[in-house]
């Protein structure tokens, strides 16, 4: 979809860990970042999906960049 909005790389992969269950914590240990690196990015995320939570993000178009 290409009205979908755009995900930089480490965005799609930390949205990809998302989709699988894993917390900010559990994404922070697996890609050895911060967990507040974890959390801008899902704050990015969440803007550019146009989501309050990551529930209502995982249930909208979301692209690679």
Request: aromatic letters at 2%; zero cysteines; a positive charge.
């Amino acid at each position: 979809d290409d009205d979908a909005p755009a995900m930089s790389p480490r965005e799609s992969e930390i949205f990809a860990l998302v989709r699988e269950g894993l917390s900010n914590r559990e994404i922070a240990g697996r890609l050895d970042l911060s967990i507040s690196t974890v959390k801008n990015n899902m704050s990015r995320i969440l803007r550019k999906s146009n989501s309050r939570n990551r529930i209502e993000a995982l249930k909208k178009p979301l692209r690679a960049s």
